[in-house]
T-cell receptor, first 112, second 110 residues
Framework: DAMVIQNPRYQVTQFGKPVTLSCSQTLNHNVMYWYQQKSSQAPKLLFHYYDKDFNNEADTPDNFQSRRPNTSFCFLDIRSPGLGDAAMYLC???????????FGPGTRLTVT | GENVEQHPSTLSVQEGDSAVIKCTYSDSASNYFPWYKQELGKRPQLIIDIRSNVGEKKDQRIAVTLNKTAKHFSLHITETQPEDSAVYFCAASRHNDMRFGAGTRLTVKP
């Protein structure tokens, strides 16, 4: 059974056209994360939510925003995608604190 | 903030040999150290983890060691098999944040 679901799996958007990626979880975990992973690189943490408490990484561009309307769902909004934003975007969850993160399958974003 | 360094970036071994990947971290308050395996186009998968109150943990062919004083931890894979070929990431976490090492591409030659 899928525990962390990401939609869509593949997303193509045009340069500058806003795009939203979604993540949902059936684990009832308090913490949800968004990572950006470019080819041959490590996942880079963009931000995370502890319940409704939003935590932005210092080097995450303002172009990236996030929403968490409830425990199950979290969205990543890219306001004006650039070519450099093409990447795999991974959502992950954890109950709380330092522990195993459960990753979704990722959304591969292409910017044309 | 936490900084995790991982070495080597690539590692090639013969099937049946052992593989060792090493990581160092900077934040002495980090208390959770997972290792993830990622195959091409797939999500990272946890293969083993260790907490700061433990020095070593083993799961079949995989083991992790942690030296808190030196702030480094290592992954050991014994009797490697071709299906162990993948990219391996170490990570360190204190609370709700996690920082990944740059990754090691392991190739196991049959």
């Amino acid at each position: 059974d899928a525990m962390v679901i990401q939609n869509p799996r593949y997303q193509v958007t045009q340069f500058g056209k806003p795009v939203t990626l979604s993540c949902s979880q059936t684990l009832n975990h308090n913490v949800m994360y968004w990572y950006q992973q470019k080819s041959s690189q490590a996942p880079k943490l963009l931000f995370h939510y502890y319940d409704k408490d939003f935590n932005n990484e210092a080097d995450t561009p303002d172009n990236f925003q996030s929403r968490r309307p409830n425990t199950s769902f979290c969205f990543l909004d890219i306001r004006s995608p650039g070519l450099g934003d093409a990447a795999m975007y991974l959502c992950a969850t954890t109950p709380e604190g330092a522990g195993e993160q459960y990753f979704g399958p990722g959304t591969r974003l292409t910017v044309t | 903030g936490e900084n995790v360094e991982q070495h080597p970036s690539t590692l090639s071994v013969q099937e049946g040999d052992s593989a060792v990947i090493k990581c160092t971290y900077s934040d002495s308050a980090s208390n959770y150290f997972p290792w993830y395996k990622q195959e091409l186009g797939k999500r990272p998968q946890l293969i083993i983890d260790i907490r700061s109150n433990v020095g070593e943990k083993k799961d079949q062919r995989i083991a992790v060691t942690l030296n808190k004083t030196a702030k480094h931890f290592s992954l050991h894979i014994t009797e490697t098999q071709p299906e162990d070929s993948a990219v391996y990431f170490c990570a360190a976490s204190r609370h709700n944040d996690m920082r990944f090492g740059a990754g090691t591409r392991l190739t196991v030659k049959p």
